[in-house]
């Protein structure tokens, strides 16, 4: 059999990297002769340190001889053959680790250096920490692309109604009348909100959303979110209340973003419940909480659905809207320090939880 072409055999090992399985170079490869390095510096800290041993075998042997001789030429050659031992492991751990880093820095994500059993224990938990680090870097990396793929489906349906309609009325296809006109309004205005949210997701995330906290009645909120929708619902032949339980504490939190976690959570309630249906914003107090529902009678969530419609662009079937309400109403009520939850049965309504702390974070 004919040997193999050098940058073939580096390619092969290339790709098994890539899959999760880290190359191992032989004695024979350039690759391994040029990245030996740490072997060489380990093996100068052995020979200082087999000499020094070797040197006070001598000593003893010199001064004692006998069995006092023999015990310390076991007992060095026991050291030396583990110290050797670690060194090794080592070495080689570390020249992975180097080969590793420099795929890293060449942009690929999914190399791992692979669990040391043996070695020194600092090394194994250099590596160790490695592995962890391009596990996230290899996460955040697929959702930053699909962040994007996502952003730009989603601009891409306004776009394309704006588009359309203002060519139609440049051709002649369509009068520039209000009718017609106030189609590609209401499709900036999509455009201004999904913006918005973006940039809201965006802040949340990267932890540099600014927060005014103030001491709120709950109650008032809730009172003022029921209030601003009522036209709405009203409109929508939709029965919205609100119903508070008792006297609520006041709560350190910044108001503007509570109650736009409410508008989001009614919102969303009146876009999925039908006529003659009933959405409630409900108030109350547990031990050490305040907590707000937003109950509604409408179609309900899919149970397959249920588990992420907190996820970013998470929508139903049969949903219009952009699948970021739900996911800024978590950032900003996780960013309070408090929980939110949802419960639903398909067909007979959701109830959205919110929790926040009396304390505050």
């Known amino acids: 059999m004919g040997r193999l072409d050098p940058s073939l055999r580096d390619e092969r090992r290339w790709d098994a990297w890539s899959k999760g399985s880290p190359p191992r170079w032989g004695p024979g490869d350039r690759r391994w002769r040029r990245h030996r390095g740490f072997g060489c510096i380990f093996a100068l800290i052995f020979l200082v340190v087999a000499g020094s041993l070797l040197a006070t ?95 730009s489906h989603e601009l891409r349906t306004p776009l394309t109604v704006v588009q359309g309609n203002l060519e139609a009325i440049v051709d002649g296809v369509y009068p520039p009348d209000p009718a017609h006109l106030a189609v590609v309004l209401d499709e900036t205005r999509v455009l201004a909100r999904l913006i918005d949210d973006l940039r809201t997701m965006a802040l949340s995330e990267a932890g540099t959303l600014a927060f005014h906290r103030e001491p709120t009645d709950p109650e008032l909120l809730v009172v003022d979110v029921v209030r601003s929708f009522e036209a709405a619902a009203a409109a929508a032949g939709v029965e919205l209340t609100a119903a508070i339980e008792g006297d609520l504490p006041l709560i350190d939190i910044d108001p503007v973003r509570i109650r736009e976690v409410l508008a989001n959570l009614v919102a969303n309630a009146l876009r999925h419940t039908p006529a003659a249906g009933r959405i409630t914003v409900a108030g109350s107090t547990e031990t050490g909480w305040i907590r707000l529902e937003v109950r509604d009678t409408g179609r309900g969530v899919e149970p397959e659905l249920l588990p992420h419609i907190f996820d970013r662009f998470v929508t139903g079937d049969d949903s219009r809207g952009s699948g970021l309400g739900l996911a800024i109403a978590r950032q900003l009520v996780v960013a309070h320090g408090g929980e939110i939850t949802a419960e639903s049965v398909h067909g007979s309504g959701t109830t959205i939880r919110v929790r926040l702390p009396l304390t505050g974070d």
């Open 57 to 151: 075998t001598g000593y003893v042997l010199s001064q004692f001889g006998g069995l006092a001789g023999f015990i310390a030429l076991a007992a060095v050659v026991a050291i030396l053959v583990g110290v050797g031992r670690g060194l090794r492991s080592a070495a080689a751990t570390l020249d992975e680790l180097v080969e590793a880093t420099r795929a890293v820095e060449a942009g690929d994500y999914t190399v791992r250096v692979g669990p040391k059993p043996r070695g020194l224990r600092p090394v194994r938990q250099l590596v160790a920490g490695f592995d962890t680090m391009t596990a996230r870097l290899e996460t955040d990396e697929r959702q930053r692309r699909t962040l994007l793929a996502e952003i």
